[in-house]
């Protein structure tokens, strides 16, 4: 699965990971794979996380499409903390093997994620139990 630099695709991963930590139980947000949308559609139950990525052959159509109009390339659940700690790992890892500037070298019209990544780090390192070791040397 390639995003298109076109799409936030960090971003929008990290952001809709850390709006399950409040009020909502679901966060939809798309990568672009030009000309396909692969659609991400994250909903919580208590402390678990299913996630289940749509692929569209169109994503000039696709947005207004249902996701039951895609076809199912991943479905999986995760205790929310796992899934958490995995995506801020997979984040820090982008960081330190691109840094900020080689980052937005290589995305073209994104850089990195800071903010939403500290406060990804912050929800969870406040209300997961997790036993994971946590990166903090990365911002």
């Not at 679901?26 to 299913?50: H, K, Y």
């Not at 109009?69 to 796992?82: A, E, I, N």
């Amino acid at each position: 699965m390639i995003a298109s630099y076109c799409t936030d695709a960090l971003a929008d991963l990290v952001a809709g990971t850390g709006e399950l930590y409040g009020q909502q139980r679901s966060a939809r947000f798309f990568f672009g794979a030009e000309p396909q949308e692969l659609r991400w559609v994250l909903r919580t139950t208590d402390d678990a996380i299913n996630v289940t990525i749509y692929k569209f052959p169109d994503l000039a159509v696709s947005p207004d499409l249902p996701d039951s109009g895609g076809t199912v390339m991943w479905q999986s659940t995760h205790p929310r903390p796992t899934f958490a700690h995995a995506v801020l790992a997979a984040a820090h890892t982008v960081l330190k093997e691109h840094d900020e500037a080689g980052y937005l070298a290589k995305w073209a019209m994104h850089p990195y994620p800071v903010a939403l990544v500290q406060d990804l780090r912050r929800l969870h390192m406040r209300d997961d139990v997790c036993d994971l070791p946590n990166d903090l040397s990365c911002p």
